[in-house]
């Protein structure tokens, strides 16, 4: 009698409350819970660049496991000076409109290919995340356009200490010239190892940083002078930028003063 009314109860029920239970009886026979994980900041930079409104400066690089999306441009003189890699600060994108776009298109007007990477959305302390910027920088290597001429890297904020880092353990990724874009280091201790591995670098440094930066940013960029001065560090020239970052004049200062540095080491 009871078996007669729970199967009568059941084909009362509506179509999509059947379906109802048949998704809850798959559910419980199963183990593995479904997640819903919050979007990384690292898929936000690439749905942004995605979204770029020239498509043709977007670049997709390296195979299936060490992908990542990059903004290029293509120099725009009679003759190829080089390639620049920018990796701009944390948490910011390669299409980042202050000082990173300025550079992109000034440095095309002076016969450097540009590529501007979206730096990692992780801690660039951890090896994992070093382990991923050595495989960009060795990918970038292999580029064609990057194999023409000198190859400038521009590193920015705190990018620039691990990166540092992996030229010194890796010889073999090479650059010519390397600019610094207000660099500053996540604990005391690694401000200190990157004014060392500054000094063992026999690459030529610019290092800039502007008046209006935090007053830790300054205080590195001041001990890193004093570092080189101590050793006598002849590749490494330090200057401040005068302005606020976000004015275009002060952001068109900026590569003005790196391509004089440029002139000086002979690329023009």
Do not use: C
């Not at 298109?105 to 070093?130: C, F, M, V, W």
């Not at 970038?140 to 353990?169: F, H, P, T, Y």
């Not at 990724?173 to 500054?198: G, K, R």
Request: neutral net charge.
């Amino acid at each position: 009698m009871f078996k007669s009314i729970v199967l009568l109860l059941l084909l009362a029920l509506p179509l999509h409350a059947k379906d109802a239970v048949k998704e809850d009886e798959q559910t419980n026979n199963t183990d593995k819970p479904t997640l819903t994980f919050p979007v990384s900041q690292q898929r936000v930079f690439d749905q942004d660049l995605t979204k770029y409104y020239d498509a043709d400066e977007v670049a997709w690089l390296g195979d299936k496991d060490t992908r990542f999306l990059t903004l290029w441009r293509e120099q725009t003189t009679a003759k190829v000076t080089g390639t620049t890699w920018i990796f701009p600060d944390t948490y910011t994108s390669a299409n980042n409109p202050n000082i990173i776009q300025t550079l992109r298109y000034k440095l095309t007007d002076k016969g450097l290919h540009t590529y501007s990477i979206s730096p990692l959305s992780q801690r660039l302390n951890s090896e994992q995340a070093e382990q991923r910027l050595q495989a960009q920088l060795r990918i970038l290597q292999e580029k064609i356009v990057s194999q023409d001429g000198k190859r400038l890297l521009i590193l920015q904020g705190a990018n620039s200490q691990a990166m540092i880092n992996i030229l010194i353990n890796n010889p073999d990724v090479f650059v010519d010239a390397i600019v610094l874009l207000s660099a500053h280091s996540p604990t005391t201790e690694l401000a200190s190892q990157l004014n060392e591995q500054i000094n063992q670098l026999k690459t030529p440094i610019l290092d800039l940083f502007s008046q209006t930066d935090s007053l830790a940013i300054i205080d590195e960029a001041r001990l890193r002078k004093t570092s080189a001065r101590r050793v006598n560090n002849i590749n490494y020239r330090q200057t401040v930028v005068i302005g606020l970052q976000g004015q275009v004049e002060t952001q068109i200062a900026t590569s003005q003063i790196i391509y004089g540095w440029l002139v000086k080491l002979g690329w023009y």
